[in-house]
């Protein structure tokens, strides 16, 4: 047998029997459960934790997996962050090896990489690629832009999201989320490293925490001359179209008609530079947000709180 497919084998061997297809169940409008989709996920630790996507199990009332011999268990959600399309679930199944987590930050495009899934209901589906390139950003269904996502051209297919990218030794690297309709070779997985950051406070919170300011804005370009006079490094700024009551940016004296360009001493181009920026160490400490009025530079003290509506998107 060539080399190249003895790697392959050697690493599908590896990882599979941590692989699980899950099945989801919603109630329809008579309140009865009905099919309401398929994905695949991972088992990452001995005592039954596993990772998926958040858009394979959001909204389930009831998730089934199966695991790589065929047997069907239940299984619970413990946590999601729809921000980051991660969930993580809990499930009581014996027999099993957990998945070995590589480190997404050594990855290089031109490596081998296997994706292992159950696209269209064909469980434990192996499909082979490289990596294609580093550091894009994907933008997931609420919106947000998630950042240092692989592209590989290994084939997903619905029914592959929340399934394994494992690399030669059979560690994952990734936790494959999405193709682009009517692209071929086009498909993308969130870096390991990711979903560890958040894994905590998924399974202790069941959900992940971050800073809210209460504004909306838009992207507009500044002209130059401001950008001369007050020696920007932006080209770009938010304009602030509303502020609402009672919030953050409202008692920091934020106005309608301001353009923020800096949060806590770093350049703000967009609603996504923003955003990467309120995280969870941010709840509840001043910050200085910088805007233009009137031709003036101003440092405005701000004090983040929780996004509430990320609480109210976590389904247990």
């Known amino acids: 047998m060539d080399l190249y497919s003895q790697i392959i084998i050697n690493a599908v061997e590896a990882a599979k029997e941590a692989v699980v297809k ?3 169940l919603k109630k329809n409008k008579q309140g009865k459960k009905v099919p309401a989709g398929s994905g695949s996920g991972f088992l990452f630790s001995s005592d039954g934790y596993l990772f998926t996507n958040s858009h394979v199990v959001n909204g389930a009332d009831q998730i089934a997996i199966t695991l790589h011999d065929g047997s069907q268990q239940a299984a619970q959600l413990v946590g999601e962050d729809p921000d980051s399309d991660l969930a993580v679930l809990k499930t009581d199944a014996q027999g099993y090896s957990a998945a070995k987590l590589g480190d997404s930050s050594g990855v290089r495009i031109g490596q081998l990489v296997i994706a292992i899934g159950n696209p269209y209901g064909f469980q434990h589906t192996v499909t082979s690629g490289v990596v294609s390139a580093l550091g894009r950003t994907l933008r997931t269904q609420t919106g947000r ?10 084939a997903l297919n619905p029914g592959n ?7 030669a030794d059979g560690q ?3 936790v494959n989320t999405a193709t682009i309709r009517g692209a071929q070779g086009l498909c993308f997985a969130i870096g390991i490293n990711t979903a560890t950051s958040i894994v905590t406070q998924l399974i202790g919170e069941g959900r992940v925490r971050r800073a809210y300011l209460g504004l909306a804005t838009q992207v ?11 020696v920007l490094k932006n080209k770009q700024g938010l304009f602030v179209v509303s502020v ?3 919030t953050p940016a409202e008692q920091a004296g934020i106005r309608e008609g301001d353009f923020i360009i800096a949060f806590c001493d770093r350049p703000v181009e967009s609603s996504d530079d923003l955003f990467r920026l309120l995280t969870r160490d941010k709840i509840g400490a001043f910050q200085f947000i910088t805007v233009l009025r009137n ?15 990320a609480a109210k998107a976590v389904t247990r």
């Open 22 to 24: 899950i099945d989801v």
């Open 145 to 154: 832009l998630i950042d240092n996502i692989i592209q590989t051209d290994a």
């Open 161 to 167: 999201s929340g399934g394994p990218l494992i690399d």
């Open 172 to 174: 994952v690297i990734g």
């Open 220 to 230: 507009v370009d500044l002209h130059s001359r401001v950008i001369n006079f007050h």
């Open 244 to 246: 609402e009551p009672g």
């Open 295 to 309: 031709g003036q530079k101003l440092d405005l003290r701000i004090t983040p709180v929780e996004n509430n509506a």
